[in-house]
Each structure stands twice: as C-alpha cells, then as structure tokens.
C-alpha cells in the first residue's frame, strides 16, 4: 500500500522540475526512516499519514517546500530528529513551516489552554509564511477522513473545533472545497440525522434543477455566442446548505447555474443578457467583482425568475474560476523570496493576528478573540462616498469608526445608518451605509469596550482610556 501511495505521488507530481521532483522522492524516504516502526490509530504505518497530506496539496500543484513540509510536518514532533536537521537537509524555508507546525511540550498545561497555545503559535507562524496554515488544513482533512476509528468522545470535539476554526481558516484562503469537505465531515458526525435529511433534499432537487438548466443553457448559448465560454450548474455545499435552510431559505436557493467567460468584463454583458431574458428580482444582484470581499471570490450573482421559479445565477471570468478553484495556490508560484511569501500571507491573513496579540493577556482569549475577528464571516459595510470597510459579522458602529478613522472615532457621538441615526453600539449588517456623526471634543467611554467587538477598536479604546 505505501509504496503504491508514493508511486501515486510521484505521478501526480509530473508538472514539477525533474530537480525537484528529485527533492521530493529524498524527502519521501527521510520522512519514512523518520516515522519508521510507528504505527495510526488506525494500525496502518504512520508514514501514510504525511503522504496522504502531501497527495491533498499535489491535488493543487502546490510547490515544492510546500509537498516537502507536509511530508515532514509531524517529524520533529513525533520523533528524534531536529529542526536542525530538518534545515540542513532542506533548507531555512522548510524548517522554519515544519518549527510552526510542530506542537509545543504539554507540560502542566491543561487541554484547552494547550491547544490555545498551539494555535497562537500556529498562526503567528503562519503570517510569516501562509504555507504553515495551508498545510495545518491539509493534514486536518486527512485526520477528518480518518476519524471514524476514534471513540465517540473524541470525534466530536475534534469534529466541532474542525468546523468551528478549520473550515472558516481554509474559507479565508479560498480553499473553499477542502472548507466544504472539512464542514460536510464533520456536520456528519455531529448531526448525522440532519446531514442525511439535508443530503437527501438536495438530491431530490438536483433533478429538477438540471432541467431548468438545460433550459436556461440553450438560450444563453444562443445569446452569448462566443461571450460565453462555458456552462454549468452547482448546489451549495451539505453544511452551508442547511445553514441556509435554517434561515428559511428555499430549496432553490441551494442551486445555482454558473456562467464563464472570457474577461472580467464580459461578465456584465452576460449578466446583461440573463436580465434581458428572464426578469431580474429586485435587491438580488451582488458585485463582487467591482467590491472585491475576498480575492478568491470575484464574480456577479443575481436571481431572476424562470417559468415562476427564482434561480440563481453566477457570472465569473475564467481566470477569476481558477481563482476560485486553486485559491492561496494560485498565488504561492514557486521562487517567490522569504519576504514575497511573507507580504502575501499578510495580505492574506491581516493585521488582526497582531493586534489580537498585543491585547489579550492569556492563549485562551487570544483564541476566543482570533475565532471572531480572523474566523467570522465578512460583512461589507460602505461610508457616504461608497468606500468599503469589511468587517466580521457581528461588529458595531464602533468598530466600523476605528477601522475607519481612529481619530474620527475618538470624536463620535452617533452615526447615520441608512438614513436613520442609530448609537454607537448598534450592530451593523452587511451593505449598510454608515455616516459618523461626530462632536467637537471626544466622546470615548468605558462601556464602549462592552459594545467593541474587534481588536483594533478594543486596542484604541484601551489606549485612549490609559490617557
């Protein structure tokens, strides 16, 4: 079985140098001697564990310190060899992604504070090098793909920290379907009826919906012409689908028929056409191409109705779908310079990991803090002149202020949210266009730490009341 895995590794790594794949085959065998002898809870070798991690990024084309570290990520942890080692056999690059992903001694730590502490660990290594959260996430996914050999104990806390932290981490850098397979997994152990009600809905539907597709298709083929270069239809993923059913969305909503073009450009002239043939439902277009929310997530979505039936559409150019598809892989090429790497994974990640840290004052309310703020969803909210200000869902005026303008902030008394006047605590909801109101003297309070939700606000307030 192992040798077929790295024979299977090897093939899927043919779009890499002959040097490197060269470096890959050494790493395969330093990773096998290291985990010789040791056995999964599954009694299989353990040395199918980081090859199978390694596989999930192949499955991407992810580059080679990337395929290395995987390969390599439990080595230092589980046994004798160092980081020391580990960098003269194979460099800064990969033994600085190995040192984040490796565990710190437990000690006399109890179990939460533990894995608190691991996991500020692991993302304060991963600002410097987002490769450390890429390949965190890979090798959950393995683990969630194995985890009906542990007892039910252990299934669902691994299970709910998995769709609580992992899932919205792989979302944010815009592996969305390893996100969808982490959420999917574990619905499926910490609801199996639900998941099962929900699987089945979905399935009935898809029938239906492949026949207005095949409807819809024909005459945007004629319509488009060469505009439109391919057509598909999609459901939304098992865990996010029955989010969406709790909030009283329809079936239909789960569905969505996808078009593709050439330029980001003619997305417009597609979405044109879909208005022209079928009549558009108010308040339903969404422009993420013009407000980008995520980098990853670039395309125009409306609903329209089809014989009576509200369908969704999703207009995307072709580069911005392989976007999509490949996420942070699209953008971690091979080459890139220590810094390069680092400047993306700040991009990526911002400033929240930074802030979080400087605020809280123990690894557990770094984690509740960093849930929130890197974790959440996104809101995106607009000032008076349409500038865009995102947020986690669930901020205030308040912390729309300090993202804003820390000094404009200090001042405010209220603000104006979509016309009305509204105090400072109230709790923003996506597209809200805000206006502060403001006074001649500063208006900090104490209470405003209640109502702050992010850390940048928490930061600002707290330095403001030292004063």
Known sequence: ????????????????????????????????????????????????HPLAVCEILLEYKADITSLISALLHDVVEDTDISIHEIQLNFGKQ???????????EKGLLEKEEY????????????????????????DRLHNMRTLSIKKVEKKIPYA??????????????????????????SFSYLNPPKSNTVQKLINNYAKKFNDIFLICSDKLQKEGNSLVIDLDWGKEPLYRSYCL????????????????????????????????LYTPIEDQLMDNIAIVKSPFLKHLKTKVLVDNIEVNFIIQSEYDKNLNDTGVFALLKSGLSSSEITNLSRNLLGDSIHTVK?????????????????????????????DVISLPKGSTIIDFAFSLNSQLARCMSAAIVNGKRRPVYKVLNDMDIVEIVTTNKEMVKSDWLIHAQTSKAIKEINEFLKM
């Open 1 to 48: 079985m192992i040798n077929a895995l790295k024979a299977r590794l090897i093939q899927k790594s043919n779009y890499l140098t002959q040097s490197e794949i060269e470096l890959l085959e050494k790493a395969i065998i330093f990773a096998e001697k290291a985990h010789h002898g040791q056995k999964r809870a599954t009694g299989e070798p353990y040395i199918t």
């Open 94 to 104: 990969v033994s600085t992604i190995v040192e984040g992903l490796t565990k710190v």
């Open 115 to 138: 894995s608190a502490v691991n996991t500020e660990k692991l993302l304060t290594a991963s600002i410097i090098d987002i490769r450390v959260a890429v390949i965190k996430i890979a």
């Open 160 to 185: 709910n920290e998995t769709i609580i932290f992992f899932a919205p981490l792989a979302e944010r850098l815009g592996l969305y379907k390893i996100q969808d397979e982490l959420e999917a997994l």
């Open 245 to 276: 059913l709790l909030e009283e969305h329809a079936i239909s909503d789960l569905f969505s028929i996808k078009v593709i073009t050439n330029l980001p450009l003619h997305c417009y002239t597609a979405l044109g056409i879909i208005h022209n």
């Open 358 to 386: 400087s605020i809280s004052n123990s690894p557990i309310e770094f984690y509740d803090l960093i849930a929130f703020e890197l974790l959440q969803r996104v809101i995106t909210v607009y000032t008076p002149k349409m």
